[in-house]
């Protein structure tokens, strides 16, 4: 993180870009930029953002942005450690958080289909320590859906970094990427 310095200034476009996580990270702890009525643009400063939602210290804004990367990075898994984990017995749950359309394009073996019929066993009936890995298209949305987990008392999660399109340059370049 030490290359990129976050400043009251610094436009939200610019902190998304250079990390990844910042608008799950703002609604979590400041319930900003979740929905219409705590929206900003991206051409928004930290500054502005802060000061229409009535958050009084940027400076432990910026330190949580920071904060919640480093433990958005603890989350992630590659697919390296993903394709040696699959099938060596250790209970891990490969699930695909993908649209069907696009799991239709492009799967692996083994990953499990996440509906919300799935979703609700899961938080019903799995054991909260369980392995549970999600995969997305690029790595994005399966944060998402770890922290989602995790808030409801997971304590075994990770993102596959890159999602299946790393998966399909790195470990099996026979699937499709779209």
Known sequence: MSEFIVTPQTQMQEIEDKIPGAR???FQKYHVGGCSSC????TDTLEQVCASHNILDVPEVVSWLYESHELDKKLQISPEEVHAALG???GMKLL??????????ATIDGAIPLSPEKVQEIMDTWEK????????????SSMDSAAY?????????RSMTGGIDAWAQTIDTAIARY
Do not use: K, S, W, Y
Not at 39 to 42: I, L
Not at 97 to 104: N, S, T, W
Not at 149 to 157: A, E, L, M, R, Y
């Open 149 to 157: 987990f995790i808030g409801h008392g997971f304590t075994n999660v």
């Open 129 to 140: 320590d369980t392995l549970l890995v999600f995969m997305c298209h690029h790595g994005i």
């Open 39 to 42: 929206g900003f643009e991206p």
């Open 24 to 26: 799950r990270a703002l």
């Open 88 to 90: 060596n017995g250790n």
């Open 96 to 105: 695909d958080f993908r649209p069907e359309e696009e799991q239709a394009i």
